[in-house]
T-cell receptor, first 110, second 115 residues
Framework: GNSVTQMEGPVTLSEEAFLTINCTYT??????LFWYVQYPGEGLQLLLK?????DKGSNKGFEATYRKETTSFHLEKGSVQVSDSAVYFC?????????FGQGTTLQVKP | DTGVSQDPRHKITKRGQNVTFRCDPI?????LYWYRQTLGQGPEFLTY????????KSRLLSDRFSAERPKGSFSTLEIQRTEQGDSAMYLC?????????????FGPGTRLTVL
């Protein structure tokens, strides 16, 4: 079946450090891939997306590339800020619904 | 603001009571989705509508759960005879699918606590 696996957290980084959150997926067909972010006390917000292989999604300094050969969609940011502290969810879209990973908590310390 | 709205934001109820949640999607969106999120987990799909038609229901949606979207606009999710295990955040999302594009936008959620 379709599934998404994210690296376990929490991830704790110092401000300006490089961030990678790993995400791999299992799916039939060619799903669209997404990263959503949930800031403390807020709802899910779309961070970035990619609809086909080799597409790169980017937003607010975050990037992720749809890698069909490795079934991955890792999230990266070159220099994190305290305000990036949140829970990050990788998800794939199939037959209309989203399937989410379990989420990775990022804590950025000053 | 024309985002997805949900009402109420919080609901506390006693076990065995019925509860109903409402979701208003983004106005031009014809698809509406319900998800459930428990603490420390990612959201899990419950059901979705295209216009007023309910197209898919998860096995998670027991017979105590029912969802409607009578005029293809807002939707309601009802839980009958609530159990403590129903305590969760209930999320609504909407979308307007286009070729190669079906991005879902989420509301703030309704947090249900069953005592």
């Amino acid at each position: 079946g379709n599934s998404v696996t994210q690296m376990e957290g929490p991830v704790t980084l110092s401000e300006e450090a490089f961030l990678t959150i790993n995400c791999t997926y299992t799916a039939t067909g060619y799903p669209s891939l997404f990263w959503y972010v949930q800031y403390p006390g807020e709802g899910l917000q779309l961070l970035l997306k990619a609809t086909k292989a080799d597409d790169k999604g980017s937003n607010k300094g975050f990037e992720a590339t749809y890698r069909k050969e490795t079934t991955s969609f890792h999230l990266e940011k070159g220099s994190v800020q305290v305000s990036d502290s949140a829970v990050y969810f990788c998800a794939l879209a199939t037959t209309g619904k989203l399937i989410f990973g379990q989420g990775t908590t990022l804590q950025v310390k000053p | 603001d024309t985002g997805v709205s949900q009402d109420p934001r919080h609901k506390i109820t006693k076990r065995g009571q019925n509860v109903t949640f409402r979701c208003d999607p983004i106005s031009e969106h014809n698809r509406l989705y319900w998800y459930r999120q428990t603490l420390g987990q990612g959201p899990e799909f419950l059901t979705y509508f295209q216009n007023e038609a309910q197209l898919e229901k998860s096995r998670l949606l027991s017979d105590r759960f029912s969802a409607e979207r009578p005029k293809g606009s807002f939707s309601t999710l009802e839980i009958q005879r609530t159990e403590q295990g129903d305590s969760a955040m209930y999320l609504c999302a909407s979308s307007f699918p286009r070729r190669l594009e079906d991005t879902q936008y989420f509301g703030p959620g309704t947090r249900l606590t069953v005592l």
